[in-house]
């Protein structure tokens, strides 16, 4: 992953494990929400939603919020069977209309944390939760290290069926599309290992003031205003 240190301009790489759960609940700084983002998930949000129970209860962060809406497969009611915190993103900021895909229900699910920090991870990750959270979060809460804003990367086998030796596994999108524009035109961020991933812990202050772009242009608009 790549966290974004407080100096303007200024990327630094983290080696994966670098902190751990134990960082978390010894936190010095900083209060902390995980939210999912979760529409028809219903194969995989118990799961995820259980594991970060978990971290809750040994105090390494403060609430599970899932941002649902829309399901028609019962995703909210097996959120909430888990014990997550579930909110309707469309009857967050009604007013605006429709909710327009992931980027949207991000933004709007930011009216309910009321933490200072918030990782977003995505509703069908199988890797390691803990690993995960603790590495989105600990760069920013653990007093270490003066980290606001923390982009985190995972290991892609489906359906790109990459090996274990292949460093990059970062998915189609990322290295036919992404990762070119971004040396050519950002060659700064060019560090970030998996620019589009949906993996990221922020300070909420830092969140509130860049704008969030619709649908799955989130993840590379927040990269680049941030």
Known sequence: GGGRAAAPG???????RTFTVADLVDR?????TVCVPARDEASTIGRTVRGLVALRDRGAIDEVVV?????????????????????DVGALHAELGPVLGKGDAMWR????VTTDVVAFVDADLTVDLDAMVSG???????????????KGA???????????????????VTETVARPL??????????FYQPLGGQVGAEVSL??????????AVEIGMLLDV
């Open 10 to 16: 200024r990327t630094t790489v983290i080696a994966r």
């Open 67 to 87: 941002l649902a809406g829309d399901s028609t497969d019962g995703t909210e009611a097996l959120a909430v069977e888990a014990g997550a915190t579930v909110h």
């Open 28 to 32: 010095r700084t900083g209060s902390a």
């Open 136 to 150: 989105l979060l600990g760069p920013i809460v653990s007093g270490t290290r003066e980290a606001r804003f923390v």
């Open 109 to 112: 699910g930011l009216e309910v």
């Open 182 to 191: 971004i040396n050519l035109l950002r060659p700064d961020l060019a560090g």
């Open 207 to 216: 969140l509130r003031t860049i704008p969030f772009l619709t649908g799955y």
């Open 154 to 172: 995972f290991r892609r086998h489906h359906p790109d069926f990459i090996s274990d030796e292949d460093p990059y596994d970062g998915g189609r």
